[in-house]
């Protein structure tokens, strides 16, 4: 089953084109990494995805919804998590997940189940009238990306998600990702680590607006004749022309 359905998807700004006719699909319980430079164009192809900028033309449907008329209902079917976590340092662990559920629709009845099973879940019970600035960065991290999640949605979006965190609570973070794709959520993520390209089902690396490649880890390696993605990503970098 097709989550994201992209074809000839364009952005441009008065002469300057973002992102240039890219196609790809994604697949119901995919881990899907989307990679590229800095001016490669992948944060504003996100954007278009989750609904938040709408395409110069092309087609685009996340979640079975156009994004380009139905970007209201691809909203309430995606979760998204930024590098800063997109959560409130002067709200607690528990007004966090009551306050993000409400804003994605969720009744008080869900929202009491849920954040007590969530975190009962993370082994945050005892900390759930603790602010999140007294929290460690790891634990942060992991209630951000189940709030993201909380609501059910179909996809979610994490841009740059392990952002300036020990290698250990990567590793951590994503095995909390690999058992939400276990569970069929499909998962779209953007990062810089090129050993975490490694970990997900394919690979898309942008270039310049447009999509320089897209296969598996493995079939990547093969086909630019490097060891690790940190070779392949070097290879199709190197011909950029633009940057941010």
Known sequence: MKVI????????FGAFTAVDHISFDVMKGEIFGF??????????????????????SGVGKVAGFDI????????????YMSQKFSLYNNLTAKENILFYGGLYGMSKKELVQTSEA??????????????LQEMPLGWKQKLAFS????????IVFLDEPTGGV???TRRQFWE????????????FVTTHYMDEAEYCNRVSIMVDGKIA???????????????????????LARGASRVE
């Not at 359905?5 to 441009?12: D, H, M, P, R």
């Not at 504003?44 to 110069?56: D, F, K, N």
């Not at 909390?176 to 998962?187: Q, W």
């Open 5 to 12: 359905e992209v074809s000839n998807l364009t952005k441009t």
């Open 35 to 56: 990679l590229g430079a800095n001016g490669a164009g992948k944060t504003t192809a996100m954007r278009m995805l989750c609904g938040l900028l709408v395409p110069t």
């Open 176 to 187: 909390m990702m690999y058992e939400a794709a276990n569970d069929g959520l499909t998962i």
């Open 68 to 79: 380009m008329s139905q970007s209201e209902q691809v909203k309430k079917h995606i979760g």
């Open 147 to 154: 709030v993201a999640i909380q609501h059910k949605p179909t």
């Open 118 to 131: 969530l975190l009962t879940r993370l082994g945050l019970k005892e900390y759930e009238n603790k602010l």
């Open 213 to 235: 490649a897209l296969d598996t880890p493995e079939a990547l390696k093969s086909a630019f004749h490097s060891d690790h993605m940190d070779g392949v990503f070097r290879k």
């Open 166 to 168: 020990d290698p250990v």
